[in-house]
């Protein structure tokens, strides 16, 4: 006989997704309060989507086929994340190659750039064309162009342009935190459509309509700001700094 009705069951919070202001307002914090340094929390993030990538698209689903990976980093910190985790992918013995249109002067995102350089990453002068694309020349695009922090209601080139041809695409797109051209705070999206998502600190309210494989890489965030938040972020496995949602 099953008892288990009577049993007390233990109510388990949804995962909180974000709103743009509350992404700023814990990123802030994590600067100012906790004494985190920006390049520590980009190096974190870029680590954990190079991570996200060898899960999603491990080396021997690749079959005979070169691992090539395309990144195309946006000016701002999504596209710094992106160039650290083409530096990681490269080192877990995959083929990345960067397209990074318009380097930001900041010191932060140019040892990055250097850190990839120094690793023999090959760095694009222009986007291959969806024929080039399509025709294997890279086996995934990881979509590291836009972020929270970017005002999606006005993307200018060449972003619009990167977004058109990516659209276009039938191979595999993975996106950082979300993907580009969609509205933080809005389940409803023209931008692309990535197969994965690696959502950074918690998933951002957008997220909430992406049907596809979706990955949190949150598990350094301190207690007291996942309390604050109301995040209710899973338990993860083992020692693993990610998890499949």
Not at 2 to 11: A, C, K, V, W
Not at 35 to 60: M, S, V
Not at 133 to 153: K, M, Q
Request: aromatic letters at 8%.
């Amino acid at each position: 006989m099953n008892h288990s009705s009577t049993e007390p069951t233990e109510t388990i919070e949804p995962l909180r997704y974000l709103s743009k202001v509350e992404v700023a307002a814990i990123e802030t914090e994590l600067l100012r309060d906790y004494r985190f340094g920006q390049q520590q929390l980009i190096e974190i993030w870029g680590h954990a989507c190079a991570i996200a990538i060898t899960k999603a698209f491990p080396l021997t689903s690749l079959g005979k086929k070169q691992p090539t990976v395309l990144v195309v980093c946006g000016p701002d910190q999504n596209g710094s994340i992106g160039l650290v985790c083409a530096r990681h992918l490269r080192i877990f013995e995959y083929e990345p190659t960067i397209y990074y249109p318009k380097r930001t002067p900041h010191t932060i995102h140019q040892d990055f750039t250097v850190q990839c350089e120094k690793m023999d990453i090959p760095f694009l002068s222009y986007l291959p064309t969806e024929v080039q694309l399509i025709n294997d020349a890279y086996n995934l695009v990881i979509d590291a162009i836009l972020g929270p922090e970017t005002d999606h209601t006005d993307v200018k080139e060449p972003y619009a342009g990167i977004l058109v041809t990516l659209k276009q695409v039938k191979i595999p797109i993975a996106s950082v935190d979300m993907p580009s051209g969609w509205d933080v705070d809005q389940a409803t999206s023209d931008g692309i459509n990535p197969e994965v998502l690696i959502s950074l600190m918690a998933p951002k309210r957008c997220a909430t309509s992406f049907t596809g494989k979706h990955y949190l890489a949150g598990r350094f965030l301190p207690y007291d700001i996942q309390k604050k938040y109301d995040l209710n972020l899973p338990e993860y496995p083992g020692t693993d700094c990610l998890i499949e949602l």
